[in-house]
């Protein structure tokens, strides 16, 4: 069959996937206008054929009769919607917000955008250009459920947001924290085949995955278990060995650091003996971790979601972060440090007001502090509902279901009920929009153009790719950047756009970024294109964002955690801890109407043998899973892949709305029990606390 870049055309189209951050190359089957088919692309240079169950879903996605395809109006009553054209839409909507920020301001309009849109440049772009358009201060992600304090860790340090990663493809001793990548494949760093990369890594030396739950990861590799919220003084301690025994590499710490001594004195208390009790690892491990990290040729520690939700996650992700600057390994061969991509990375929003970590902008309410330009999640439903100047009157949710994905989000309908104007971008009528004034349908990544360029300045290997749309939008469904472009152009705001074509802004910064490459250059290698140049080639000292150029090893902010650290009371040893897991087939909870990743797919509670039979509790029977903030009920599964004293439980369940099989399954959203008020998140960077708090767990009668 022949390969064609016709959208809808019969025949093979190249493609690649943005479910997730791994991106891989796939080829879809077109006929009669339909997908019917996808498969790995064989000749994606960087991917090699690997692709995960979640990427041919994609196809079932774009056809899914529960699928909105056309703009809808809700009536009087909630979840209950009519068909409404889209010059009708529109204008009413155009009309509306202009009067919203005409009497109340700018602050009264807030945006909340989810993942699906983030992966693909064009949306991407058009949600960061409305926002600008509108003047728009107020915007919410899933940042403080998921990055914002990595990214603070390393704005502390570096005085940039850019992503540290290790370099897989030259390391021979990997420390994973709080990381399952054999399932995420890898996130704050692109690697899609990762399996391949840890294989290659144990074979030169070793792979060690911290974690609580013997996760697939784990299991393939070398396991030490650790209490959940533990990392943070494992981390201390490590540090304090490399001190104590003279480990760290002096020279470069000399030439390119500030603060060591001080921080060293600062964790100093953090003995192996003490991190030994705190985090449930034996001193004599801790002492090896850290010995054998700091001699061993070419180290990389990394970390993701599992070290990133907790009460001390900024610190510990600061001090993952000194484990590799302290022992030599930053901007090092096999160690870890920035990407250097294909695109000239501060070019990258150019004409964008730039959003430093850690700049400000605290909420209305609770003067809750911002990450990267995001609102924290657990003021969200405050800022809605709370009278005064900047009061939330009108809301543009887009590709987000933050009923489902956001703690307190069971409870945001209650200030959605208060807002003048909601209106939704998205692939379903689902929990969160069920409360919006209109539902504009949006097409999926295999119905618009795209290039993978937000994401090449964090791959292992750089690459570059270009695709067509494989299909033209399905019914009336429009992109995210046409739609917002068109409504602020009914508005009279449209001025950010006109100069900001997507494409040609990503022609402009890879010409910008790597001589001889262009927009052009790429669409010629329809399979993609890796970007040949050294992942050391360039002066990182250039990049530091601080005055004085050093990396700092102890900003105040961190002074300050430490401290409150320190001043925590010893949590309870008998209480049961919760974690997140993650499922190969689930990807949060907008693909869980697809037949094929549901199957087979059903949400357990992992608790250990021994906490169970202290408990009464019976493999697969119901549970009551319970803390100060709400109960659930699930299905218990008993096994030692969770150590004592730790449960586990996936997040995305409890689907309702016009997701028809999604709604059927079983599971329950776990936001009705994670911490739900703005004085749970972490106090520096909002995050929310959604790793490691009490759970009570008792058999339903």
């Not at 992600?141 to 340090?157: F, H, N, Q, R, Y």
């Not at 309870?572 to 087939?585: E, G, Q, S, V, Y």
């Not at 099989?661 to 995050?687: F, Y």
């Amino acid at each position: 069959m022949e390969t064609s870049n016709v959208p809808g055309a019969d025949g093979k189209h190249i493609t690649y996937c943005r479910i997730c951050e791994a991106l891989c190359g796939m080829v879809a089957t077109v006929k009669d206008g339909r997908i019917v088919k996808i498969e790995p692309d064989r000749n994606n240079p960087h991917s090699k054929g690997h692709i995960c169950v979640k990427g041919p879903a994609l196809a079932a996605v774009a056809h899914d009769p529960d699928r909105v395809i056309g703009p809808l109006k809700r009536t009087n009553e909630a979840g209950v919607f009519e068909p409404v054209g889209w010059d009708e839409a529109l204008d009413d909507i155009a009309r509306r917000l202009s009067g919203i920020i005409k009497t109340h301001g700018p602050d009264a309009f807030a945006m909340n955008t989810g993942n699906p849109p983030s992966m693909g440049w064009p949306s991407a772009m058009g949600h960061a250009l409305f926002q600008k358009a509108m003047g728009c201060t107020k915007i919410f992600t899933p940042c403080s459920e998921d990055i914002a304090t990595p990214v603070l860790a390393g704005e502390l340090m570096f005085g940039t947001h850019a992503f540290v990663f290790p370099d897989l493809a030259a390391c021979d001793h990997l420390l994973i924290f709080g990381s399952n990548p054999l399932v995420s494949h890898g996130s704050l760093l692109i690697a899609p085949r990762f399996k391949a990369d840890l294989d290659a890594i144990a074979a030169r030396g070793r792979v060690i995955v911290v974690d609580p739950r013997r996760t697939e990861t784990a299991r393939k590799f070398e396991h030490v278990s650790i209490e959940p919220e533990g990392d943070v003084w494992l981390l201390a301690a490590m540090l304090g060995v490399i001190r104590a025994e003279g480990l760290e590499a002096a020279a470069f710490v000399a030439e390119h650091c500030s603060g060591w001594a001080e921080l060293a004195d600062a964790i100093a208390w953090v003995t192996p003996d003490l991190a030994a009790e705190r985090c449930g690892i034996a001193a004599a491990t801790i002492r090896a971790l850290a010995s054998d990290f700091a001699t061993a040729p070419r180290a990389a520690a990394m970390g993701r979601i599992g070290i990133c939700r907790g009460q001390y996650s900024t610190l510990t992700n600061f001090l993952l972060n000194a484990l590799n600057v302290v022992c030599g390994r930053f901007h090092a061969e096999g160690g870890v440090g920035w990407g250097h991509g294909a695109s000239a990375a501060r070019e990258q929003f150019a004409g964008l007001d730039p959003v430093l970590a850690h700049a400000g902008l605290p909420s209305r309410v609770s003067a809750m502090p911002s990450v990267w330009g995001s609102q924290a999640s657990l003021t969200f439903l405050e800022e809605m509902t709370t009278p005064g100047k900047g009061q939330i009157k009108a809301l543009l949710v887009s590709g987000a279901n933050p009923v489902l994905s956001m703690p307190n989000g069971p409870n945001l309908p209650t200030g959605f009920a208060q807002l003048e104007l909601m209106v939704s971008l998205d692939l379903y009528q689902n929990e969160t929009n069920a409360n919006a004034h209109y539902i504009l349908p949006v097409t999926t990544a295999l119905e618009r153009e795209d290039i993978n360029q937000f994401f090449m300045n964090h791959m292992v290997r750089p690459f570059a790719q270009h695709v067509a749309a494989v299909i033209p939008p399905v019914g009336e469904a429009r992109t995210e950047f046409d739609i917002l472009r068109d409504l602020a152009r009914r508005m009279g705001r449209e001025e950010p756009y006109m100069a900001a074509d997507p494409f040609d802004l990503a022609d402009a910064t890879l010409k910008a970024g790597v001589e001889g490459l262009s927009l052009d250059t790429i669409k010629s290698h329809p399979h993609g294109l890796m970007i040949e140049r050294g992942r050391w080639a360039f002066d990182f000292k250039s990049r530091i964002g601080h005055p004085n150029g050093l990396i700092h090893l102890l900003p105040d902010l961190i002074s300050g955690e430490i401290a409150r650290l320190r001043a925590a009371p010893r949590r309870d040893p008998h209480a049961l801890r919760f974690i997140n897991l993650r499922r190969l087939k689930s990807i949060n909870s907008w693909m869980n109407n697809v037949d094929s990743l549901a199957r087979s797919n059903d949400p357990f509670l992992l608790i250990h043998p021994e906490d169970a039979k202290a408990r009464g509790i019976a493999d697969r029977a119901a549970v009551s899973l319970a803390t100060r903030w709400g109960r659930i009920t699930v299905a218990a599964k008993l096994t030692d892949e969770v150590r004592r004293g730790c449960v586990a439980y996936p997040h995305g369940r409890g689907n309702a709305g016009g997701w028809r099989r999604a709604a059927m399954l079983p599971g329950a959203n776990i936001n009705q029990i994670t911490p739900n008020t703005p004085d749970m998140a972490e106090p520096i960077s909002g995050m929310s606390w959604l790793e490691g708090f009490d759970v009570e767990v008792v058999p339903c009668n």
